[in-house]
């Protein structure tokens, strides 16, 4: 006979500590098997990378896109990417929320963040190999495989010189 999970009114097979998958998956989220944190009729969905959505008319948008088409009035371009200046990603108010012309422009806006944060000067960037900041004058940059980095003269030397032997 298989056991069933021991939360009232649920008759799945157990998975670990007396619960079936559901309740133990909830168990080691919240703490408790009980808890469901299930947002309200209409109040949308979290997607894949934490970013809130919802599906208007059977097409599913993120909310940061929905908002600024609204503002701007019409849909936006392909390529055209929506930047959270506080790096919040459920955080949708409007002047939170930068419009980027392509995806190169979003990273350069995370690299300077970045840069800020570790050094305190957005003109640096980071050394793919030694991992330390400098300015771009200082910094060469070198293909890998599919990978684009930038790296002091030096340490692409030290790169080369290792991976020789």
């Not at 059977?58 to 940061?64: E, N, Q, V």
């Not at 060469?140 to 599919?146: A, E, G, H, I, L």
Request: one cysteine or more; proline letters at 3%; glycine letters at 8%.
């Amino acid at each position: 006979m298989k056991k069933q999970c021991s939360v009232a009114g649920c008759n799945q097979k157990v998975l670990a500590r007396g619960w079936c998958s559901k309740h133990w998956q909830r168990w080691s989220r919240y703490g408790d098997p009980s808890i469901t944190k299930k947002a309200a009729n209409g109040a949308g969905h979290t997607r894949g990378k934490g970013y809130r959505g919802h599906q208007i008319q059977g097409i599913a948008k993120f909310d940061h896109v929905r908002i600024i088409e609204e503002i701007l009035k019409h849909p936006l371009p392909v390529g055209v990417v929506v930047h959270h200046v506080n790096e919040i990603k459920t955080d949708n108010r409007n002047s939170n929320l930068v419009v980027c012309p392509d995806r190169a422009y979003h990273n350069l806006l995370h690299a300077r963040m970045n840069a800020i944060k570790a050094c305190g000067d957005p003109n640096k960037r980071k050394c793919g190999y030694c991992h330390e900041y400098d300015f771009v004058e200082n910094l060469r940059v070198y293909v890998w495989k599919t990978k684009t980095s930038s790296v002091h003269k030096e340490c692409a030397r030290i790169y080369q010189r290792n991976k020789r032997r």
